[in-house]
Structures are given as structure tokens and as C-alpha cells.
């Protein structure tokens, strides 16, 4: 269904994003934050008003593009 689907995307994302926030990973502060931030709106994404229908995904950090 929609829902599961939505929550495939972003568990998908969530898991692109993992290398990143490694101990030994090298990346700047803002890099990090920005990471931490995306992360966190992919995590709140079922609690979005419009979910599963009408998801708005978070922007990708610079350094996932």
C-alpha cells in the first residue's frame, strides 16, 4: 500500500545517508549538521499531514549529490 511504500523511500534514503555519520567518516561540521537535519526529516515524514498521499520529501544535503 501507499504507506508502506512511503516508508520504503525513506528507510532507502535513511540507509544512503548511513556511511556519513560513521565515527572515522571524514566530513565538516556543516556537512554533518545538514546530514543530521535531512535525517531527521526523513524520520518525521510519516507524521506529515498529508501522509502516505502527499509526502514531502526533505531536500538532499549537498554532499549526498
Known sequence: DAEEAVRAKRD???AKSD???AADYPISS????AVK???????DVP????????VEWPEVPQILQ
Request: charged letters at 20%; glycine letters at 4%.
Open 30 to 33: 556543516e556537512d554533518l549538521s
Open 47 to 54: 507524521q506529515q499531514s498529508g501522509f502516505p498521499d502527499a
Open 12 to 14: 532507502y534514503l535513511l
Open 19 to 21: 556511511f556519513l555519520l
Open 37 to 43: 537535519t535531512y535525517r531527521q526529516a526523513l524520520r
